[in-house]
Nanobody, 127 residues
Framework: QVPLVESGGGLVQAGGSLRLSCAAS????????MGWFRRARGKEREFVAA????????FYADSGKGRFTISRDNLKNTVYLQMNSLKAADTGVYFC????????????????????WGQGTQVIVSS
């Protein structure tokens, strides 16, 4: 079973919205933290958002604060990333990720701390 499968990417005009979904296997969903990362062309993978469902907390990179919302449906083993007011700078491949162990809060933004990764979904924002 594929650990993580993203969907929902596409082409959108600046100012528009997209909702990304990440379907997870039960194993990859067992830990409390799930994250979203993105990689723009020519750049390193960067943190976008994370959610800890056990304590009900969410974390965002400064670039997405006030525009992005991460949520989780435990019954569906799915994590979502609602993206509003999209900008051209949001263009990239978006990945969801899950750790094999519980993470400390200070590790949420570090991609090397995540073990399971999806194949990514492309988001293109036209200006």
């Amino acid at each position: 079973q594929v650990p993580l499968v993203e969907s929902g990417g596409g082409l959108v005009q600046a100012g528009g919205s997209l909702r990304l979904s990440c379907a997870a296997s039960a194993r990859t969903f067992s830990n409390s933290v799930m994250g979203w990362f993105r990689r723009a062309r020519g750049k390193e993978r960067e943190f976008v958002a994370a959610i800890n469902w056990r304590v009900g907390t969410t974390f965002y990179a400064d670039s997405g604060k006030g525009r992005f919302t991460i949520s989780r449906d435990n019954l569906k083993n799915t994590v979502y990333l609602q993206m509003n007011s999209l900008k051209a700078a949001d263009t990239g491949v978006y990945f969801c990720a899950g750790p094999s162990l519980e993470l400390d809060t200070t590790d949420y933004e570090r991609p090397e701390k995540y073990y399971y990764w999806g194949q990514g979904t492309q988001v293109i924002v036209s200006s």
